[in-house]
């Protein structure tokens, strides 16, 4: 039997990564991108940071609940690609892939688990 009864998405609550070690992890946000948390979880389990426009990013270390997988397609909106480049250049990352489309630049990295984090300006 089908549910018929609409229903809208009207945004994005929240994004996250799966983390093997979350206080490495909140080290490397912190470190290399600059992110304070917002929020930290007790025994090393996580963290989550709130931006401006709202939106929440989050690293979790789920456990047997929820076990650890590399991920990508996390895209950080950033002022000036190239300063933030240079910046993670600088703080030891390696600048992966960058690539410009017609409506964007990126610059990809790998955090300290494994997951790729791409660094994102749009084209005005």
Not at 5 to 29: H, Q
Not at 30 to 53: H, K, N, Q, S
Not at 71 to 88: H, K
């Amino acid at each position: 039997m089908s549910d018929e009864r609409s229903f809208t998405v009207t945004g994005l609550d929240l994004s996250g990564y799966m983390v093997k070690d979350g206080p490495r992890a909140i080290a490397f946000y912190r470190d290399v991108l600059g992110m304070e948390p917002t929020r930290v979880y007790p025994d090393g389990m996580g963290a989550e940071y709130e931006f401006a426009d709202g939106t929440t990013f989050g690293l979790w270390h789920g456990g047997e609940m929820m076990p650890w997988r590399p991920s990508n397609g996390v895209l950080f909106a950033v002022d000036d690609l190239a300063a933030a480049t240079a910046a993670v250049k600088a703080r030891g990352s390696k600048i992966l892939l960058e690539h410009e489309s017609p409506v964007c630049f990126m610059a990809m990295i790998e955090d300290s688990e494994g997951n790729s984090v791409v660094l994102h300006k749009r084209k005005s």
